[in-house]
């Protein structure tokens, strides 16, 4: 018969180990996010000094002046990504419902496959691709051609992340839809995709991040630009390929704007994340 006592030491030595997991957890957490702490508060210690109102409002200025700013990287890097989100949102969310709802066929277990592919391949192999069957037949850089390569990054992306976060729906709400006379089609679209919203824009987010701060892809289709661009027929700047330029320079004031393009990119990515997230905090309450 187990003693009083020896259940007060079983109890106490079960508290014991749960406190030293928790701890753990705890330590890697910290471990985790210190040296991204660490980047971030590096990059606004050299940034932040740089960024003035005429960063957002000036254009490049020659080599060798001191001065100027990044007006027009600031708007081409917003054109790209919102060209590559018109472009690869719509096909990547259609794509990864029907993975969800087709899981069992032939067909999406080849897609899944591919984009599991697509997914780990090199940016820049994905820029020499547009290159070849776009910038070339064209027979110039342009915005098209930047959207599209930024584009072909997002769309795996946001794929897997839609097909995943459908899953996770409950089965519940589909059957409680269909036994309700609704559509299959409706049911998809008002009941499963609305309840994963959520995710579901958090993923978008995600491959909106990614194709932000890629520069390998850019240098091949977009190139850049030290002018205003408004054709998407053209070369136009971004803040990756400007803030790379700029990096590499023996100028010691484009090395300053430098820090500061890295740091209004990151606070770009900073504010779509938050911008996202107030607009569906409440989806997936009302959605159940």
């Known amino acids: 018969m ?12 079960r508290k014991l180990k749960s406190d030293f997991m928790v701890g753990l957890t705890i330590a890697a957490t910290v471990i985790a996010l210190t040296p991204l702490f660490l980047v971030l508060g590096y990059l606004a210690s050299k940034g932040a000094s740089s960024v003035s109102w005429s960063f957002f409002t000036r254009m490049p200025v020659p080599v060798g002046e001191a001065g100027g700013g990044m007006a027009n990287a600031i708007v081409g890097t917003l054109e790209l990504v919102g060209l590559a989100c018109l472009m690869g949102v719509p096909i990547g969310v259609g794509g990864g419902i029907y993975l969800a709802e087709n899981r069992g066929q032939r067909l999406a277990q080849t897609i899944r496959f591919a984009a599991d592919i697509t997914m780990g391949l090199p940016s820049i192999v994905v820029g020499i691709f547009v290159y070849a069957v ?49 559509p299959r089609w409706r049911t998809t679209l008002l009941v499963i995709a609305r309840t994963a919203m959520s995710g579901i824009a958090t993923g978008v987010i995600l491959a909106v991040a990614r194709v932000a701060g890629e520069t390998a ?6 190139f850049g630009n030290r002018f205003w661009s408004t054709s998407l027929r053209q070369p136009i700047a971004s803040l990756t390929v400007q803030v790379y330029t700029y990096a590499i320079s023996p100028f010691a004031d484009w090395q300053r ?31 159940v």
């Open 134 to 182: 776009v910038v070339r037949p064209m027979g110039t850089f342009s915005t098209l051609a930047g959207g599209i390569a930024l584009a072909m990054i997002m769309i795996p992306l946001v794929t897997r992340t839609t097909e995943e976060m459908v899953l996770l729906v409950p089965h519940e709400l589909r059957e409680a839809a269909l036994a309700l006379g609704v």
């Open 217 to 222: 892809p850019l240098l091949f289709t977009a």
């Open 257 to 287: 704007q430098a820090w500061a393009g890295a740091l209004v990119l990151t606070a770009i990515v900073l504010a779509l994340e938050l911008g996202v997230r107030w607009v569906t905090r409440g989806t997936a309450r009302t959605a």
């Open 2 to 13: 187990t003693t009083p006592a020896a259940l007060q030491g079983r109890t106490y030595y």
